[in-house]
């Protein structure tokens, strides 16, 4: 298979080259693709470096499957130029989302809808990703009616720039310019991404619109509050879930730890719950502070976190070419 990687040098980009090693995904080629400022950068894969090449020779080296994560404008004028020459594309932006001809993939949800004839494929946001891999299992189980999610994300979804903001806050240093609006370091920013005319962000939307589309369930009401916080490891999310039926707590606990994809981390005595710290580099999504709402019935509050470069984009995003790969799609 071979492969392109449009984006190879952002944070994602690099992250989709090191999940497509570690997964041992069998490429026969790795094109690593950027824009013209970056033409001709190494990166590395799997210990050899290999020279990065602009978007038209990407296109002419004919890969099977080019993985996006370049930002929506790039995605929205390139995917199709990718997919009209009959490579497919997965797209780690926002701009084929909610385009109603487009699949918007979580492999353990959603992949069997899947077919040859999708030629750009949306990765979902990443603070959506992690909440819906854990919302799903207790969907089929309980049945969701309302999610409250307040969410706590990295620095690292906004980009290198943001990482760079935050160290040179950090060291007392003047030399970066200010991605956020504010300082972030010993501050909490609570706006991701553009204002809309709701007074809801963006990211929130991202959360309320992209779940029912994953989940293909429209009835499933969702509102989010996300915020910006000074950390790198990963996002992590307050979830309040109401559902139609009553559970048992210590049957959801089963259900999630029994889950692929999901470890339930929760033994407060001793102190285990999910951190960011913890869920770097890691390709899971972790559960835990999990209890019952004591003031509503059939509702239950959790604590998820991944990392949102890996379960958030990369790893995501490499799950969907495995599964076009093994179901012969590609
Ligand atoms: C963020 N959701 O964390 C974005 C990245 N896709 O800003």
Known sequence: MKVAVVGATGLVGGEILKVLAERNFPVTEIIPVASERSVGKQVEFKGKQYTVVGFDDAIKMQPNVAIFSAGGSTS??????FAAVGITVVDNS????????????VPEINAFTLTSEDKIIANPNCSTIQMVVVMNPLHKKYKIKRVVVSTYQSVTGTGKAAVDQLFAEREGRTDVPAVYPHKIDLNVLPHIDVFLDNGYTKEEMKMVNETKKIMLD?????????????TIGGHSEAVNIEFENDFDVEEVKNILANEEGIILQDDPKN?????????HGKDEVFVGRIRRDETQPNTI???IVADNLRKGAATNAVQIVEYLAKNNLI
């Open 218 to 230: 429209d009835s499933i009401a969702v509102t989010a509050t996300t915020v910006r916080i000074p």
């Open 301 to 303: 509050n959790m604590w």
């Open 271 to 279: 102190f285990v719950y999910p951190m960011p710290i913890n869920a």
């Open 76 to 81: 929205l004028e390139l995917a199709p130029k």
């Open 94 to 105: 926002s701009a084929w989302r909610m385009d109603p001809t487009k699949k918007l993939v």
